[in-house]
């Protein structure tokens, strides 16, 4: 059973930058998918950043150019690193890893506990 480990949640001014990782236990898939989400109080959760184990990334549209997403095979650890943060992306963040995807997105995987990310 995967189990995600989440961190780097934390309060930053607009303009900043955090780094969040994703430390996978019990990966077993040959190919998979991860991902970043994101919710913010009264919205529903959204896609932000995913990459496969080929390397192949996705973003939306309101991360790119800011947002940069990687995975270490090695330390089973995926990352997000956000820049010039905004407030609006304020929000919990959350990973998800899985065997199986969708427009290169994980579906029906395992959640990382959630970090919340603070922009103001």
């Known amino acids: 059973q995967v189990q995600l480990v989440e961190s780097g949640g934390a309060l930053v001014q607009p303009g900043g930058s955090l780094r969040h990782s994703c430390v996978a236990s019990?990966?077993?898939?040959?190919?998979?998918?991860m991902g970043w989400f994101r919710q913010a109080p009264g919205k529903q959760r959204e896609g932000v950043a995913a990459?496969?184990?080929?390397?192949?990334?996705k973003y939306k549209d309101f991360v790119k150019g800011r947002f940069t997403i990687s995975h270490d095979n090695a330390k089973n650890t995926l990352y997000l690193q956000m820049n010039s943060l905004k407030p609006e992306d304020s929000a919990e963040y959350y990973c998800?890893?899985?065997?199986?995807?969708?427009?290169?997105?994980?579906?029906?995987?395992?959640w990382g506990q959630g970090t919340q990310v603070t922009v103001s």
């Open positions: 998800s890893w899985s065997g199986e995807c969708a427009g290169g997105y994980p579906q029906f995987g395992p």
């Open positions: 019990g990966v077993t898939w040959r190919y998979f998918c």
């Open positions: 990459i496969d184990s080929r390397g192949n990334t």
